[in-house]
């Protein structure tokens, strides 16, 4: 157990980094839902044309994202002391308590999260001998301290959050043996106060003002660290990546580019005026009583502005102002675009909509597809085992220990990365019956949960035992004779 002192000074190390990883999850989550600022403009332009097109954004960052999250789903989990595809009871149980806990949906936002903001956090509690309680976390409300020797075992697990009601914040410490309670008065403004100036916030980092409350804190009945890491694909070294960071320099670049052509549009739609011979008129300058003291030039940039072009010369000569060509921007959008989708390994078709990219082939399809394929294939094997620790987790709460040790090696069951046709589907189940799987297999491989499994087999028993019962069922009404039809001749 940490002493006062020593919890207290976890909390503020591990809400330092929390201050830094909160900051950047937050402009990940902004560009996710389209708050982006345009960037790369040159100062003067900015000058004349930012605030016109404030709020506008060529969102891709979420269909970059959306498109790897949507594949990624948990169906089923299987014990290794499991035989076969069906849902034993065990594993239905623990089962049962993820689908209770809303995991279906939780958890495909927990993956969307990580995807975004390069990790995300389940936390699973619950009362001793009571159920089994799931709740996720954003990488702004949670962080997991690993020990030094292997950087894989959970030695601290910490959550923020705040009470508007209570006017207070409040943080939670785990480690493999207790948990201490924190809290101090709501002086942030905003979220948990990561949006505050650095300054501020270092001022507040030497002891950052929480306050042990020894009353809430207690023994953790778990005996482990209950908070559990998604990280997504994770570089040796270096950390999770987030599938937004490399595409917010070219969505600035496309944002940036729309903003160029709707100013170039605006121009060519409206003819410029050329005034020939005069002298740009002067703006009076009067005094308290109305009286004229003195002229001022008329501000060249307001001309400019308003598509009037001065010429004082008697002999001055002008030619045409061309229209603005228009298809050099969105060509370079498109370019653009298509680095984006080369460069995340996201299907063109999920991009652009013409270029050749319509009424593409089943095969076509899925042979563009094979990049997010692998990609979300890749995010799967460093879920899984995440996945694992949180059904470890749930059995614990249950009070299972063997349970508990048996998840530690179970199998996740994954929605099939892969978007494939029925008549694709019912084709390859018919080559794979003929060459001798059994039909058990199939349904697993065809993607259905071990639920699924369970149900569809029972009732594929039921209906052999039916046909069976009405063969037999034939079988004895053909072998008894018809009745002779005894008929005395008169």
Same mark, same amino acid.
């Given at each position: ?83 076969? &595809?069906?849902? &034993? ?233 061309? &229209? ?167």
């Amino acid at each position: 157990m940490l002493t006062k002192q020593e919890a207290t000074e976890q909390v503020n190390r591990l809400y330092r980094i929390l201050q830094y990883r909160g900051q950047e999850a937050t402009e990940f989550k902004e560009f996710y839902q389209g708050v982006q600022p345009l960037a790369f403009a040159s100062k003067e332009w900015k000058n004349f044309n930012s605030s016109r097109y404030k709020g506008f954004t060529d969102n891709w960052c979420e269909v970059v994202v959306n498109a790897a999250s949507e594949r990624i789903a948990v169906q089923g989990f299987k014990l290794p002391s499991s035989t076969g &595809s069906r849902q &034993s009871k065990r594993e239905k149980s623990l089962y049962d308590s993820w689908l209770i806990n809303e995991q279906d949906s939780w958890s495909a936002q927990g993956f969307l999260d990580a995807m975004i903001s390069r990790r995300s956090f389940a936390l699973v509690w619950g009362d001793p001998n009571g159920e089994p309680i799931i709740t996720w976390r954003d990488a702004r409300q949670a962080i997991v301290w690993y020990d030094a020797e292997t950087n894989r075992r959970r030695k601290y697990g910490m959550v923020i959050w705040d009470d508007l009601d209570a006017n207070k914040e409040f943080v939670t410490l785990y480690d493999s043996d207790y948990v201490y309670k924190f809290q101090r008065a709501r002086v942030f403004a905003g979220f948990t106060g990561l949006a505050l100036p650095e300054t501020v916030l270092s001022s507040l980092s030497f002891d950052g003002g929480w306050v042990m409350d020894e009353e809430a804190s207690g023994v953790n009945h778990l005996g482990v660290v209950p908070l559990v890491e998604f990280p997504n694909r994770p570089v040796l070294g270096t950390g999770p990546l987030s599938e937004i960071q490399g595409v917010i320099p070219m969505q600035n670049a496309i944002n940036l580019l729309w903003a160029y052509l709707f100013n170039a549009a605006d121009y060519a739609s409206m003819p410029a005026r050329v005034i020939m011979g005069q002298s740009p008129p002067k703006i009076p300058i009067l005094d308290a009583y109305g009286a004229k003291n003195g002229e001022r030039d008329i501000d060249e940039e307001k001309l400019t502005q308003g598509r009037m072009l001065w010429l004082t010369g008697q002999n001055t000569t002008i030619g045409q102002f061309d &229209s603005s060509k228009l298809d050099v921007f969105t060509e370079t959008i498109e370019h653009a675009i298509g680095h984006i989708a080369a460069q995340t390994r996201t299907p063109p078709h999920y991009l652009v909509s013409n270029q050749g990219m319509s009424n593409l082939s089943e095969s076509a399809i899925m042979a563009a597809e094979a990049g997010l394929v692998q990609k979300v294939t890749q995010a799967k094997e460093f879920f899984t085992p995440r996945v694992r620790d949180v059904f470890e987790l749930i059995a614990i709460q249950k009070g299972d220990d063997k349970m508990a040790q048996e998840a530690r090696l179970g199998e996740v069951k994954w929605k099939d990365s892969e978007s494939r046709s029925e008549a694709q589907k019912a084709d390859a189940m018919v080559k794979d019956i003929s060459s001798g799987y059994p039909f058990e297999y199939l349904l697993e491989k065809q993607g259905h949960s071990p639920a699924e499994i369970t149900r569809i087999m029972d009732m594929k028993t039921a209906e052999m035992q039916r046909n069976m019962a009405a063969g037999i069922g034939d079988l004895l009404n053909a072998s008894v004779p018809p009745p002779v039809n005894k008929t005395v001749a008169a």
